[in-house]
């Protein structure tokens, strides 16, 4: 596996992991109520589309180099 495709991965799986955490923290503030919870999940969605867009600038400069 080429370092661009682990890249790839590791960015996908971050991407993942801010979503679920974010949906879990807006869980959490239903459930309780507490502000924390609810600026906790925004700053968690805001970290997962920070990523995608770093993604899709990563995915741009690299499209010339091979993925083997």
């Known amino acids: 596996m080429s370092l661009k495709a ?3 991965v590791f960015i996908c799986i971050s991407i993942l992991l801010a979503i679920g955490c974010g949906i879990w923290e ?3 503030f239903a459930a309780s ?3 924390l919870h609810l600026l906790l999940g925004v700053c968690a969605m805001a970290a997962a589309a920070g990523l995608i867009v770093y993604a899709v600038r990563f995915m741009r400069k690299l499209k010339h ?3 083997i």
Do not use: A, L, R
């Open 6 to 8: 682990f890249h790839i």
């Open 26 to 28: 807006f869980n959490n």
């Open 33 to 35: 109520g507490e502000t």
């Open 65 to 67: 180099v091979s993925m």
